[in-house]
C-alpha cells in the first residue's frame, strides 16, 4: 500500500472538528538557544556549525532544486533558537525552531513519531503533540485553500482535485495529501491539520501546521516565520514581528498585529525589504550597498551585492536559521583578504582554519584584550549595522591554545558541502551575526530594523 494512504488511515483516527478562525493582537514569547550540536570538542563544534551553515545556504540559494511536495522546503539548522507555543484543547505546548527562511511551520506528531538518525539529541527531550487529545485537532480536506498553500502545485487537474470532482459531492471528504519534504540532510513527513494556536492572550482558530510522523536529522518542529502564506505572520496577520537574540541561551520574540502606523521605532535603523521578481516572496531582501573593515571600503563588484531581477540570483537575505553568516565565494574573499592584510598582531592559525574550514583564524593564546579591526555593512537607505567582535569572530579553545575565527563561510566542499554558486542570494546574515540585536520585521512599511542592545 503507498505510503501516503497508510498515513490517511493512520491520522484519519486521530482527529476531531475544529472551530472558526480568529485574529490575533500582541504577544511577547520566549526565546531559547537550542542545542542540536553533538560534539565536545571545541574545534569539532566550530567544524559543525561552519559545515551546516554551508548546508543550509546551498538550500537556501536553490529552493527550486528542492526534491519536495511541499510549498516551502525545509532546511538543515546550523544553529537554532526556539520557541515554544501551546496548541490544542486542552493546550500542548511544543518547542519550534524560529525559522525567517522558511513559511511551513510543523511538530513532531503522535506517539508513533519517530526521529531517524538524531542520537546527538536524546528522544526523551523530544515532545511530539497527540491529536486524539484534543478536541480541535482536525485533518485537512482536500477541497480546502489552504491544502494549496502546502502543494505548490495544487491546480484545478491536479489528482486530489480530480477525484473530489468525479465523487460529485458538494462536501469533499478526501484529504489533503501529505507533505515529505526533503532537505540536504535529512527530510519530514506528515499531513497537513488544522488546529488552534493559545497565544498568551488569545485563541487563534483554524491555523494551519503539520503534523509529521517522521522525520530525519530534525529533532525540533519549525515555526515559519518566511513571507509565505503559510507563515505564521501571514496567518496571524502581523503587522511586524520582533527578536532579540542572547549570545548564550536566551532572548524576545514580540509579534504586533495592531501597529498601522509608519512611525519608527526609537533608536532603531531601518533598510527597506526588496522583491525578488524570480524566486518569489518567500524571503526577506535587503540592500546590503557596501562592507567596510577597519573603516575601509572593501572592493567588491557590485553585481556581487546587487539582486538581478532578471535571473534572482544575489542580493542579501536575513535568515535566523542559520548560524554563520555566508557569502559567496568573491563577497567571502574579499571581507577576509581585508581582514588578513589588517591584521598584523596575530600569527595565522591554518591548522584550525584546515580543520574547520573557516579563515581566517589566528592564535589570541594569552591575550587578556583581543584587537580585530572593525566590521560595518551598510545598507540601502543608510542604514549602517556596525558589529561588535563577538558577532563576527569566534571564539574557540583547548588546553593549549586560544584561537578567533571569522564566522562566516562560503562555498567550499568542507565534508562534502559544496554551494552552487550560480543563483539565490550572494549573502545570508545567520543569528550568530544579530546576537544582541534587537531586529525587526515591519511587514506593513516593508522595512528591517534593527539596533544594539543588550538581550
Known amino acids: 500500500m503507498p505510503f501516503s494512504k497508510l498515513l490517511f488511515i493512520f491520522l484519519l483516527l486521530l482527529f476531531s472538528p475544529s472551530t472558526p478562525s480568529s485574529s490575533s493582537s500582541n504577544s511577547s514569547i520566549p526565546i531559547s538557544l537550542l542545542n542540536t550540536n553533538p560534539h565536545s570538542h571545541p574545534f569539532q563544534k566550530l567544524t559543525y556549525l561552519a559545515s551546516n551553515s554551508i548546508a543550509r545556504a546551498h538550500h537556501l540559494k536553490n529552493p527550486e532544486n528542492a526534491p519536495t511536495s511541499a510549498a516551502t522546503p525545509l532546511y538543515p539548522y546550523s544553529g537554532a533558537y526556539s520557541i515554544s507555543f501551546s496548541f490544542g484543547t486542552p493546550p500542548q505546548t511544543m518547542a519550534m525552531i524560529m525559522d525567517t527562511g522558511s513559511s511551513f511551520s510543523w511538530f513532531p ?39 494549496g ?8 487537474d491536479s489528482s486530489c482535485s480530480r477525484e473530489c470532482q468525479v465523487a460529485n459531492q458538494t462536501s469533499c471528504t478526501q ?12 527530510s519530514t513527513a506528515g499531513v497537513a491539520m488544522s488546529e488552534i494556536l493559545n497565544l498568551p492572550n488569545e485563541k487563534i482558530h483554524d491555523f494551519l501546521v503539520g503534523c509529521s510522523i517522521f522525520s530525519s536529522n530534525l529533532p525540533a518542529g519549525v515555526a515559519g516565520f518566511g513571507r509565505g502564506n503559510t507563515s505564521l505572520p501571514s496567518q496571524l496577520g502581523l503587522k511586524r514581528f520582533s527578536y532579540c537574540l542572547d549570545t548564550t541561551k536566551s532572548g524576545s520574540l514580540y509579534m504586533d498585529a495592531l501597529f498601522d502606523s509608519g512611525e519608527k521605532t526609537a533608536k532603531f535603523s531601518y533598510t527597506p525589504f526588496l522583491k525578488n521578481p524570480v524566486f518569489g516572496p518567500e524571503y526577506y531582501y535587503v540592500g546590503l550597498r557596501k562592507i567596510t573593515v577597519g573603516g575601509k571600503k572593501v572592493e567588491i563588484p557590485y553585481e556581487n551585492l546587487c539582486l538581478d531581477k532578471t535571473s534572482g540570483g544575489g542580493g542579501t537575505i ?9 557569502m559567496n565565494r568573491a563577497v567571502f574573499t574579499a571581507v577576509a583578504d581585508e581582514f588578513t592584510v589588517q591584521v598584523k598582531n596575530y600569527e595565522r592559525e591554518v591548522n584550525v582554519e584546515s580543520r574547520t574550514g573557516l579563515r581566517p583564524c589566528f592564535d589570541v593564546t594569552g591575550e587578556k584584550v583581543i584587537k580585530m579591526p572593525g566590521l560595518k555593512f551598510h545598507f540601502k537607505g543608510g542604514a549602517e549595522m556596525e558589529l561588535p567582535l563577538e558577532n563576527y569572530f569566534f571564539a574557540a579553545s583547548d588546553d593549549r591554545k586560544l584561537v578567533v575565527c571569522l564566522a562566516m563561510v562560503t562555498d567550499n566542499t568542507l565534508l562534502g558541502s559544496e554551494v552552487n554558486g550560480g543563483g539565490g542570494p550572494s549573502v545570508i546574515l545567520g543569528n550568530f551575526l544579530m546576537q544582541n540585536f534587537h531586529v525587526e520585521f515591519d511587514l506593513r512599511n516593508e522595512r ?4 544594539q542592545r543588550p538581550c
Not at 498553500?149 to 484545478?156: D, K, L, Q
Not at 484529504?175 to 535529512?186: A, K, T
Open 175 to 186: 484529504i489533503c495529501p501529505p507533505y515529505m519534504i526533503l532537505y540536504g540532510q535529512g
Open 149 to 156: 498553500w502546502v502543494h505548490r502545485s495544487f491546480e484545478p
Open 318 to 326: 536575513v535568515d535566523s536559521g542559520s548560524t554563520f553568516t555566508y
Open 109 to 147: 506528531c503522535t506517539r508513533r513519531y519517530t526521529c531517524k538518525n538524531c542520537s546527538f539529541f536524546s528522544e526523551n527531550n523530544i515532545s511530539s503533540f497527540i491529536p486524539k487529545q484534543s478536541s480541535s485537532a482536525k485533518i485537512l480536506g482536500c477541497k480546502n485553500p489552504k491544502c
Open 448 to 451: 528591517f530594523g534593527f539596533r
